[in-house]
């Protein structure tokens, strides 16, 4: 396999590029994740840089504004495979799923903190190789690029370990040559526990190594298969039943190998504990088929009315949040991904509203990650409080069974979950937390569907948590700068024609000179004085046929999104535009700057002509 080419974000060749869909950004400030995701396509053989893959992935709706969508890249580099994504700022990395990934030579790409302030600091690198309990790094940044080893915890360690260092992951592969069937093992060395162990789970894997993968596979057991145990009772025990602990064991048939000590028990399954799910109507309140949607960004808005108006908001969603479609299939699909559209949705706890069609995918999502541009403050909050949400929990494992009964056999499985589904606890939040990554125990959920049923206990995590309604952000607006000096006085005022024949002589025409100047003197002087403050306001809508001016005003209910006064002295007055997420609106933003800009120009080339006029009417022989 090729080895995988370094790239910096810096590098001169593409890094005052744009990034993505905003003008505003560049590769060189924010394309840390871009950088990565070409570093790890070399890594399979693919003949890209940073200003390709950027230009690729553009054409192919692979960015919102700057920020990357990493699901996108398979159809811009075809070959390449996007596995996963999972956020973890709220819990500890899943590094057994790394762990298994950089065994198999398959670099992952992370987000970390970059600066031990408060608040994330974000920035992606990739992680190449495991050393101890360290691990290797590519860092996008420096340049020149950095050819020697460099460890994760040596330079983002500030956070902790490696779990806590890390805030997301994800997964990618690329075409690779057919791995060899698994070689047999010999484990036993002559020690025995004295028990024997029973698998819980049908299908049970045995595996060549520790690591979860095809290509270490050998096997797969029915449930309750009896397997002896090829190491010492204390050493057993210690695994047993513990996730990420693994017991080399021998099957009936004398086959030795590895099986996961989370899905063994000393004891055969029985179907008596548990009782079935009590029977529900799994689709409450929904007719038809609905489309199940995944949030993109943290801390999209479920609003009353589409207005963006924050007495609307009902509640913010968290990443990759689960929501059912209110309406219609076709409808759905009519609008998913459309600027100023909305579909009316339910969420996991039943709440519904609705949420901007731009920020919602079908399910599996395809989260748009990069490098956020604004920094969050610690939240604020009013002195009324939104009452608690129940318990909401994510899937941390994919293809997790869900069951009509708390009980491991092929009769009672449902479904299987995808990771990162959205479940509702159904029973007393204090006992629930309680059994949260407890082996053994089981959780009765439902879905955002409304289907009922249990999971393991110790597959599921707490979903994490958006910024609550009230919260504050702080924005780094981009620089102002208003005209505070008028340009072009001083210079050589401007003919405009008002005396054709230069041999009349003043006198003949003083009075109705006087008369004139006068007139134009008052109209100059309203349009400067108006001049003295320029006003931009930016609207928008959803129905321009309701749109009209009368008088000079907008009419059709208009909705208001960004206002800009700029007085002659400098003195500004900003109101931004934020998004879902409560975030700097930058694509609107953009526009607004740009009519800013142009209005200002405007505004000194009337002012410009004033003062020119009035030099030339009152200079002598003004022709």
């Known amino acids: 396999m090729p080895e995988m080419k370094l790239f910096s974000q810096q590098d001169p060749a593409w890094k005052n590029k744009t990034l993505g869909n905003d003008s505003s950004t560049t590769i060189g400030n924010f394309g840390c994740l871009l950088t990565d995701l070409a570093m790890v396509c070399t890594y399979y053989g693919f003949d890209v840089d ?20 990493p699901a996108v890249l398979p159809s811009t580099v075809p070959g390449m495979i996007y596995r996963n994504f999972i956020q973890c700022r709220t819990y500890p990395a899943p590094m057994a799923e790394v762990d298994a990934s950089l065994a198999l030579g398959k670099p992952v790409i992370v987000e970390v903190d970059y600066a031990p302030k408060a608040g994330l600091q974000n920035h992606w690198v990739v992680v190449y190789a495991k050393r101890g309990e360290d691990y290797l790094i590519r860092d996008p940044w420096p340049y020149p690029v950095e ?92 695994r047993l ?74 509640k913010r969603l968290p990443l990759n949040s689960d929501v059912v479609a209110m309406e219609t299939v076709a409808e759905v699909r009519k609008k998913l991904g459309k600027i100023y559209q909305w579909i009316r949705v339910r969420d996991v706890t039943g709440e519904e509203g609705l949420a901007a069609a731009w920020y919602l995918v079908e399910a599996p999502g395809q989260a748009a990650l990069g490098v956020d541009l604004q920094k969050v403050e610690p939240p604020v909050f009013g002195v009324t409080m939104a009452p608690p949400e129940p318990l909401a929990l994510r899937v941390a494992e994919d293809g997790l069974a869900f069951r009509r009964r708390p009980v491991i056999t092929q009769k009672t499985l449902i479904r299987r979950l995808a990771l990162n589904t959205d479940l509702l606890v159904l029973e007393p939040e204090e006992s629930a937390v309680a059994k949260l990554g407890q082996p053994g125990e089981w959780l009765l959920v439902k879905d955002v569907k409304g289907k009922q049923g249990y999971v393991a206990a110790w597959h599921v995590m707490p979903r994490p948590q958006a910024l609550p309604v009230e919260s504050k952000l702080e924005v780094d607006l981009p620089p102002q700068h208003p005209e505070s000096e008028v340009e072009g006085i001083g210079k050589e005022p401007v003919s405009f024609g008002l005396f054709d024949n ?10 109705a000179l006087e008369n004139f100047v006068k007139k134009v003197g008052d109209v100059l002087s309203e349009a400067v004085s108006d001049a003295t403050t320029l006003e931009v306001s930016t609207f928008v809508t959803n129905d321009m046929s309701k749109i009209g001016v009368e008088k000079g005003k907008l009419t059709g209910n208009p909705q208001l999104r960004a206002l800009t006064i700029i007085k002659l002295d400098g003195d500004t007055v900003l109101c931004v535009p934020q998004d879902e997420f409560g975030k700097v609106d930058v694509v609107l933003w953009n526009i607004h700057l740009d009519m800013v800009k142009q209005a200002q120009v405007n505004r000194s080339e009337l002012i410009k002509a004033a003062v020119s006029a009035v030099t030339g009417l009152t200079k002598p022989g003004g022709g």
């Not at 940073?50 to 990357?68: E, H, I, S, T």
């Not at 070689?183 to 049970?204: C, I, K, M, N, Q």
């Open 147 to 238: 050819t020697g080893e460099v460890t994760l915890k040596e330079r983002y360690g500030f956070a902790g370990s490696a779990a806590q260092v890390i805030q997301a992951v994800v997964w990618l592969e690329g075409p690779a040559a057919p791995q060899p069937k698994p070689e047999p093992v010999v484990l036993d060395t002559g020690v025995r526990a004295s028990f024997a162990v029973f698998a819980a789970a049908d299908g049970l894997a045995l595996r060549s190594q520790p690591i979860v993968s095809e290509h270490t596979l050998i096997k797969r057991f029915a449930l309750n298969t009896r397997l002896e145990v090829l190491v010492d009772d204390a050493t057993a025990e210690a």
């Open 241 to 314: 039943g513990q996730v990420n602990q693994w017991l080399p064991v021998k099957d009936p048939e004398g086959v030795e190998g590895y099986t996961a000590g989370w899905f063994v028990s000393k004891s055969e399954q029985t179907e008596e504990p548990g009782q079935d799910v009590k029977p529900a109507n799994p689709n409450t309140g929904l007719k038809g088929e609905k489309l199940v949607l995944k949030v993109t960004g943290d801390g999209l808005a479920l609003r009353r009315k589409a207005e963006f108006v924050d007495s609307n908001i009902i």
């Open 502 to 511: 230069p041999k009349k002589s003043v006198s003949e025409i003083g009075q």
């Open 50 to 69: 940073p200003a390709v893959l950027n230009d690729r992935m553009k054409d192919r709706g692979g960015f919102q504004a700057a920020y990357v969508i």
